[in-house]
């Protein structure tokens, strides 16, 4: 069983559609971040959600933090083929990082 | 600051026999952790070093092993490989600052156990 599970898995988007993933748990966590991994790269830290109900925007990319701090979305506007790659979030229990499932993101020119 | 290496990159083995990995963390980084990255199971941690001291553990067997030195660099070894092994091992760096730690991720050594 994953700690965090993520959806869609797999998602193929035209350029400049808007879209929305999801990273959903039944445990609470006093953080949560994302990545994004690029094919034949490590994953980069995109952003650190810390506060229940928080959002964060990175130029198109905004993500929030659900209320009771067990779930987090991201969502793109306007995707471009630049933002192709897999996502993943992920939380820190203090011991170590759980990752989650992750979502394979590609946008089509 | 250069980012976090591993070497090598790729690598074949067959199975039975054992492989070590190598991972050199961003520079003031004292924190090392490693990960396996496989299509089915995802990215599972499998231990963290700070200042040459394993601090945490995952779920892994003891064939999964590993070191830090005194620089900081850090090693993971395998032994016995077994055909599942095959993965993208990830070797993360972090500074010791308030809050969430900010792991830094090397590009990765791709295993493939034959």
């Known amino acids: 069983t994953q700690l965090l599970e993520q959806s869609p898995q797999f998602l193929s988007i035209q350029e400049g559609e808007n879209l929305t993933v999801y990273c959903n748990s039944s445990?609470?966590?006093?953080?949560l971040q994302w990545y994004r991994q690029e094919p034949g790269e490590g994953p980069v830290l995109l952003v650190t959600v810390v506060t229940g109900g928080e959002v964060k925007k990175l130029k198109r990319l905004t993500f929030q933090f659900g209320d009771a701090r067990k779930d987090s979305s991201l969502h793109i506007t306007a995707a471009q083929p630049g933002d192709t790659g897999l996502y993943l979030c992920a939380a820190n229990t203090g011991n170590q990082f759980y990752f989650g499932t992750g979502t394979s993101l590609t946008v089509i020119p | 600051k250069a980012g976090v290496t591993q070497t090598p990159r790729y690598l074949i083995k067959t199975r039975g026999q054992q492989v070590t990995l190598s991972c050199s963390p961003i520079s003031g980084h004292r924190s090392v952790s490693w990960y396996q990255q496989t299509p089915g199971q995802g990215l599972q941690f499998l231990f963290e070093?700070?200042?040459?001291?394993?601090?945490n553990k995952g779920n892994f067997p003891g064939r999964f092993s590993g070191r830090q030195f005194s620089n900081s660099r850090s090693e993971m070894n395998v032994s016995t490989l077994e055909l599942g092994d095959s993965a993208l091992y990830l070797c993360?760096?972090?500074?010791?600052?308030?809050?969430?730690?900010?792991?830094?991720f090397g590009p990765g050594t791709r295993l493939t156990v034959t």
């Open positions: 993360a760096s972090s500074s010791p600052i308030p809050g969430t730690p900010k792991q830094y």
């Open positions: 445990s609470v966590f006093s953080s």
């Open positions: 070093y700070f200042s040459e001291t394993q601090r």
